[in-house]
């Protein structure tokens, strides 16, 4: 887990924003464990960076699992908080991932409609083909973007936001990602993670109204290199 805030990866950042390229294992906000959240090390960072001798303002925009590596969005300021809430919910923000799976889906090329349905206690969704008692419709796109030595590149895009969403509807297909032992993975990552990236998010600046893509790089791994 992170501690340091001089160990982050800031990959944009200007007077309302701030985007980071999270590490497995870093929370985005805080949580029962106790650990220091992706939160409160950004405001950290902000903190010292521009002297600030009073409170950081740092609003939490969306989350990334905690073994997802890749780009995270924080709010640097009141005004565009509600702003960027609101794009979410509209979603007019286009979020994309990369996942890497052992087990290439009969299809390259699909949309994945399941119902999810959450179990608390164990902290798993699990997928059905049709609706059931509490589920949720899940929807996402996906294609195969290459081909390698032992694992298939997906890019994905969702358009549902749902509990664990990529991770539960591709193990339905029989495609669980790499190292991810909860969803059937056969073996995990040396160092904890799942291979699943918040690969790049784009939309209009909330304030500035341009357009403004958001590109993060994948953890530094062999597998992850040749992707690139």
């Not at 709010?75 to 702003?83: E, G, M, N, V």
């Not at 997906?154 to 991770?167: A, F, K, M, N, S």
Request: aromatic share 8%; net charge positive; glycine share 6%.
């Amino acid at each position: 887990m992170r501690s340091n805030p001089s160990n982050l990866e800031v990959l944009y950042e200007d007077n309302h924003l701030i985007a980071i390229n999270k590490r497995s294992g870093d929370i985005v906000q805080g949580d029962k464990t106790g650990d220091i959240p992706l939160s409160e090390i950004v405001k950290r960072f902000l903190k010292a960076k521009y002297k600030k001798e009073g409170n950081v303002y740092l609003g939490v925009v969306h989350r990334l699992d905690r073994p997802t590596t890749g780009a995270v969005i924080f709010s640097k300021t009141s005004k565009a908080l509600p702003r960027l809430n609101k794009m979410f919910v509209a979603k007019t923000v286009t979020k994309t991932y990369w996942a890497l799976v052992q087990n290439k889906p009969e299809a390259e090329n699909g949309k994945l409609i399941h119902w999810l349905k959450r179990n608390p206690r164990q902290n798993k969704s699990y997928a059905y083909p049709k609706e059931v008692p509490d589920s949720k419709q899940a929807i996402l796109n996906y294609s195969l973007r290459q081909k390698l030595d032992n694992y298939y590149l997906l890019e994905i895009q969702l358009e549902t936001g749902r509990h664990h969403q990529i991770r539960c509807q591709l193990a339905a297909i029989g495609s669980p990602i790499r190292g991810d032992l909860k969803y059937g993975a056969p073996r995990s990552n040396r160092d904890g993670s799942i291979s699943l990236h918040s690969r790049s998010i784009s939309f209009v600046h909330p304030v500035k109204k341009t357009p403004l893509q958001i590109v993060a790089p994948p953890p530094a791994d062999p597998i992850w290199a040749s992707c690139i």
